[in-house]
């Protein structure tokens, strides 16, 4: 597979007009964007992707329903919709997509990745069965629909549990908000 060539954008998440690969991206701590995708349903869940136990950051975890690097000349919703159709092999149209945010994402880890992201968030309603979806392999190791009570109670003990990236707790409790607000 072709390493992925990333737009760069600027600290308040303006284009530059400059581009690099991936893995530069991510030596460098270039700014860059992300898409980020929650499907919910009607009847209270949260559709849920575990982590690649091959991932570099927070393997195994559970985490965003679908998220990935927005490509170089790429539209945020047209990243949104390619990474549902790669992560869990879902054809969804943009009218499906809902914005709520834009938030800055800005870590470096251990294994000399400094990511710089900035993630462009959607909710959207999940309109098949979970048996429909196929997680990708190297990217998602699983995927589950958790209700709303269940995901706040395992967010409320994130800093011991290992099940959600713990740091993330304030985007994640903003993201239940919102959905919650839309049913």
């Known amino acids: 597979m072709e ?3 990333i737009d760069i ?4 998440g303006k284009p530059t007009g400059k ?3 991936k893995s530069e991206i991510h030596r460098k701590g270039y700014y860059h964007n992300t898409a980020h995708i929650w499907f ?3 009847d209270g869940k949260i559709l849920l992707a575990q982590r690649a136990a091959s991932k570099a950051i927070y393997p195994l975890l559970w985490d965003v329903s679908v998220a990935g690097h927005v490509d170089a000349g790429e539209t945020i919703e047209q990243a949104a919709i390619r990474e549902t159709q790669e992560e869990i092999s879902l ?7 809902q914005k709520i945010g834009f938030f800055p994402c800005f ?3 251990d294994s000399g990745i400094i990511d710089n992201e900035f993630h462009h968030t959607y909710i959207a309603k999940l309109q098949v069965p979970l048996k429909n979806l196929k997680p990708q392999p190297g990217e998602v190791e ?3 629909l958790v ?3 269940k995901f706040k109670s395992l967010l409320a003990n994130s800093e011991s549990n290992s099940y959600f990236v713990a740091s993330n707790r304030g985007y994640y409790e903003f993201v239940l908000n919102v959905i919650t607000s839309h049913l």
């Open 9 to 12: 954008v600027s600290k308040t």
């Open 40 to 42: 919910y349903t009607e």
């Open 91 to 97: 054809k969804i149209p943009e009218c499906d997509l």
């Open 107 to 109: 870590r470096s880890y």
């Open 147 to 149: 209700t709303f009570e």
């Open 142 to 144: 699983a995927l589950k």
């Open 19 to 21: 581009t690099a690969l």
């Open 3 to 5: 390493e992925e060539i």
